[in-house]
């Protein structure tokens, strides 16, 4: 079975500045992928980031990317210039390689979040 | 673009009494699941479903059932409502094996 733990239940940082997450998992499984999930106060979840376990280049989206080390089973998000509406609960999520065809499913595991405060 | 479409969004249920959670996507994924989020624990996988007609159980599926008879849809119910069932419960869906889930609004549930 695959754990994910996020060891920092809160974080807070000041608008425009950089922030960083933690987050590390525990697998046997070669073949992954990572995520990382934003919660704002609407309760919605929104896809941040996905990270291949494949690929050694991290994966980056405008001032969203990633830290992944993959011998360490460490994932981190890195936020440059943070706003405000950053403001929210992320969660790390972990995703075991799926077959298509059959009943394999690619199922979430989820860290226990990090709430994430931007400051004006 | 509806995308996955929970409801309600809010809900309050005595002890023992039964409810279902509506589920439905408009995206024809394949793919869909249910999760409980609770303090402290992130999200849990309580059932899945890998197409019309096939189903099976996540982490915590006890004291919920699910049945998947269209592409379309795919309802949670709880027979008998406990207190360890309050929490705020997400459907996801996801287009192939390998992709990342698409999630609905949630429910916050409450049982007294």
């Known amino acids: 079975a695959q754990t994910v733990t996020q060891s920092q239940p809160e974080m807070s940082v000041q608008e425009a500045e950089t922030v960083t997450l933690s987050c590390t998992y525990d697998?046997?499984?070669?073949?992954?992928?990572l995520f990382w999930y934003k919660q704002p106060p609407s309760r919605q979840m929104i896809l941040v980031i996905r990270q291949e376990a494949y690929k050694q280049q991290n994966a980056t989206e405008n001032r969203f990317s990633v830290n992944f080390q993959k011998a360490a089973k460490s994932f981190s998000l890195k936020i440059s210039d943070s706003q405000l509406g950053d403001t929210a609960m992320y969660f790390c999520?972990?995703?075991?390689?799926?077959?298509?065809?059959?009943?394999?499913?690619?199922?979430?595991?989820f860290g226990q979040g990090t709430i994430l405060t931007v400051h004006p | 673009n509806a995308g996955v479409t929970q409801t309600p969004k809010f809900q309050v249920l005595k002890t023992g009494q039964s409810m279902t959670l509506q589920c439905a996507q408009d995206?024809?994924?394949?793919?869909m699941s249910w999760y409980r989020q609770d303090p402290g624990m992130g999200l849990r996988l309580i059932h899945y479903?890998?197409?019309?007609?096939?189903?099976d159980q996540g982490e915590v599926p006890n004291g919920y059932n699910v049945s998947r008879s269209t592409t379309e849809d795919f309802p949670l119910r709880l027979l008998s409502a406990a207190p360890s069932q309050t929490s705020v419960y997400f459907c996801?869906?996801?287009?192939?094996?390998?992709?990342?889930?698409?999630f609905g609004q949630g429910t916050r549930l409450t049982v007294v």
């Open positions: 996801a869906s996801s287009y192939e094996v390998n992709t990342e889930a698409f």
């Open positions: 995206m024809n994924h394949e793919y």
């Open positions: 697998t046997s499984e070669n073949n992954y992928y």
């Open positions: 999520a972990f995703m075991k390689h799926g077959h298509a065809g059959g009943t394999s499913y690619g199922k979430l595991t």
């Open positions: 479903s890998v197409g019309a007609g096939i189903t």
